[in-house]
């Protein structure tokens, strides 16, 4: 079996999540015992890091909140360091399902693409979003098909698996808020094959997106210019 | 001399001392001094020197000599900002690696302590 001899790495990202990251944890190594999972509490104010800890979890815990992409980042640097041959990068509040690792593994095994999104939107599945969070994902997801040249629909998506270069070159370079859309065009920058499956979300446990409609405005502008000064630099 | 250049003069010349005692005694380094010493020998200059203020800004078509030294002061303003803001940018930088590093290496070592693998 190639896929038992794959280092796998499962990041999770977690600012005050003790409510939901307790079965994120156990949920995923019921099914995987054999993969690492690594929390990064990102300057959590509540029992996070005891939580996730009892739940089998590795934790590193950063003394400031650096937001997502700093937190993430870590865990990249983490995955970098220990040598593993896959990331896969999960939310903690329960919105992506255990069940659906192998699926956005898979090519990784294979060898068929260097990153992997786990998408809402490539086939008809039963997740539900409110019309301006659709839009404003397929405003970044033209954009990102524009620049990036490959039809790519969720671009937001933070359940992403990347393999061993992937994963060395986002341990020195990732962007610290709003990461996701403006990763996927360094990596095709560097000519990484990116690849689309589709997989079946739950509707949020607990918390809410770090995408709230105050700064939904900022973060359509952000992450635009972030696409185009990546993409020109 | 005029009474306003007496004034200028005096002012931009306390500036300028106060910003050789700020480098003196380690408030302001020395790579983020550079721009305020030139803004500081730059209106030293025009203030001593009326007639070249009026030249130059005959030259760019200023009708107001004085609206030169807004002119300049903003714009200087403005670099300075800048300049700031990049200087910020790249501590920022600098703080979430450190962060990361430090969170990392506080990982590793209660690991350790605890006398189980990394």
Known sequence: MLSASLKVCIIIPAYNEEKSIFHVIRNILRLHPDFTVLVINDGSSDRTEMVAKSAGADVVTLSQNLGIGGAVQTGYRYAAARDFDVAVQVDADGQHKPEELDKILEPIRQDKADMVIGSRFVEQTSYQSSAGRRTGILILSSLVTLFARQPLKDVTSGFRAINRRVIRMFAEDYSTDYPEVDSLIMVKKKHFRIQEIAVEMEQRQSGSSSITSFKSVYYMVKVTLSIMMKSFR | ?118
């Open chain 2, 1 to 118: 001399m005029e009474k306003v250049q007496i004034w200028t003069t005096g002012l931009s010349l306390a500036l300028l001392i106060f910003v050789l005692q700020l480098i003196r005694k380690r408030y302001l380094r020395e790579q983020y001094s550079l721009l305020w010493l030139l803004f500081c020998v730059i209106i030293i200059v025009f203030s001593l020197n009326t007639k070249l203020l009026n030249w130059t800004a005959a030259q760019l078509g200023i009708f107001y000599a004085p609206s030169l030294l807004f002119l300049v002061g903003i714009a200087l303003c403005l670099l300075l900002i800048l300049h700031l803001t990049v200087v910020v940018s790249r501590l920022m930088e600098r703080t979430v690696r450190l962060t990361q590093e430090l969170a990392l290496m506080r990982h590793d070592l209660e690991k350790s302590e605890k006398g189980t693998d990394l």
